[in-house]
C-alpha cells in the first residue's frame, strides 16, 4: 500500500495529528489547509475508517488514529534522522546554528572569534531567527541545532540548558538625571516602560515585566501604554538612548552596564523562569558535540565575570 499518494497523505495525517491542527499542519507542510484536509480524507478512505474526530473547534484521533499516528511518527523520526545521517561525511565539519538575534548579536557573536581560533577545523553557520522548532523544522531547514532564550519545553528534541538568565530594569544616566523621581521600583511609569512583546514562542505581551514584577512585589497598571519591540536588543537600545525603561536581560545588558551606557536601577536582578538552551534532535557528537561544550564553557566564565559586575547575583 506505500505508494507515492499514500506517503504524501501519511506525511500530511503525522503532521496534523503531531499538532492537532489541518492548519498548523499546513504551515509546517508548506501547502493549503484544504490540501491537508484532503489528503487526510484520502488516507481515511483508502483504509475505510476515521482517524479523527473532527469538532468546530479541535481534531482529535480515533483509537485507530493513535495507533496509525505512534507508527507513522517513529518510522518518519527514524527516517529524518538516517537522512541526517547520511547527508553527513566523516570528513564535513560544518555546524549549522540557529539563533535568536538578540542573543546571537549580544553574546554569541563577541565570543564567536576564540571559537574559531581554538576550533581551526569546524565551520560553525551561525542562523539569526526566532521561529517556534520542532523536528521537523530543523530538518528541513537543514539545522544541526539551535539556541533559544526560553522554558526548554520540547515534545520531539532535546534540550539542554547551558546558561540561565537574570531580569534586571535598566536605563541610561541620561534618562536618570532627567527623573531624579524614579528612586523605588513603585516609581515606575508605565509609559516609560519598553517592552520585548515576545521573548519567546509563547510568552505573553509582558511576560518580563509582569514576572520582575511579581517578585519584588510591585505592580504597575496600564502595561500596554509602554514601547513595544519585538526584540530584547531593541528594546534594550532604546533605554540606552534615553528613551525609557527596559527589562534588561544579564547576558545581553552587561557590557552596556560595564560600560556605563546603562545603568542597574534598583539592584533587584532576579532569576528568570527562561534559560539558554541547546536544541538538537538527539545527542551529540563530533563538531556539534564541540559546540555545545565550548558554549557551555563560554557560559562558566560569563557567569564568573557577570558576578563581578552585579555581585549580589547568587
Known amino acids: 500500500m506505500l505508494s507515492s499518494s499514500m506517503m504524501v497523505w501519511l506525511r500530511s495525517f503525522e503532521a496534523a495529528a503531531r499538532h492537532a491542527s489541518f492548519t498548523r499542519a499546513a504551515g509546517e507542510l508548506c501547502v493549503s489547509q484544504g490540501a491537508i484536509s484532503q489528503q487526510v480524507k484520502n488516507l481515511e478512505l483508502a483504509l475505510r475508517r ?6 468546530p473547534r479541535s481534531l482529535n484521533l480515533t483509537a485507530e488514529g493513535e495507533r496509525l499516528y505512534a507508527v507513522a511518527q517513529d518510522a518518519f523520526r527514524a527516517l529524518d534522522q538516517t537522512l541526517v545521517e547520511l547527508r553527513r561525511t566523516e570528513d564535513n565539519k560544518d555546524v549549522s546554528l540557529s539563533c535568536s538575534p538578540s542573543f546571537a548579536m549580544g553574546w554569541l ?33 537543514g539545522l544541526d541545532a539551535a539556541v533559544r532564550y526560553d522554558l526548554g519545553r520540547y515534545t520531539d528534541l532535546e534540550a539542554r540548558q547551558f546558561l540561565d538568565e537574570w531580569l534586571l530594569p535598566v536605563a541610561s544616566p541620561q534618562f536618570i538625571r532627567e527623573h531624579p523621581e524614579l528612586k523605588t521600583p513603585a516609581d515606575l511609569r508605565p509609559e516609560w516602560l ?3 512583546s515576545s521573548p ?6 509582558f ?6 514584577m511579581g517578585q519584588v512585589g510591585v505592580a504597575i497598571p496600564d502595561l500596554a ?4 519591540f519585538n526584540l530584547s536588543q531593541l528594546a534594550q537600545a532604546s533605554a540606552a538612548n534615553g528613551q525609557g525603561v527596559a527589562m ?3 547576558a545581553l545588558v552587561l557590557d552596556d552596564l560595564l560600560s556605563g551606557r546603562l545603568v542597574d536601577l534598583f539592584g533587584l536582578a532576579v532569576p528568570s523562569s527562561a534559560g539558554y538552551f ?4 538527539s545527542h551529540t557528537e563530533g563538531s556539534l558535540a564541540a559546540v555545545e561544550a565550548w558554549l557551555g564553557s563560554e557560559a562558566q566564565a560569563f557567569r564568573d565575570k557577570c558576578r563581578q559586575v552585579i555581585p549580589y547575583l547568587k
Do not use: C, M, N
Not at 563577541?110 to 565551520?123: A, K, N, V
Open 248 to 250: 534588561g536581560r544579564a
Open 194 to 196: 519598553l517592552h520585548d
Open 109 to 141: 557573536i563577541p565570543r564567536l572569534g576564540d571559537f574559531f581560533r581554538e576550533h581551526t577545523t569546524i565551520h560553525l553557520k551561525i542562523h539569526g531567527e526566532f521561529h517556534g522548532l520542532d523536528r521537523s523544522r530543523l530538518v528541513s531547514d
Open 50 to 55: 476515521p482517524l479523527f474526530i473532527r469538532g
Open 207 to 212: 511576560e518580563e515585566w509582569e514576572y520582575w
Open 278 to 281: 541547546f536544541v538538537t534532535q
Open 225 to 228: 501604554s509602554g514601547r513595544h
Open 200 to 205: 519567546w514562542e509563547a510568552a505573553s505581551e
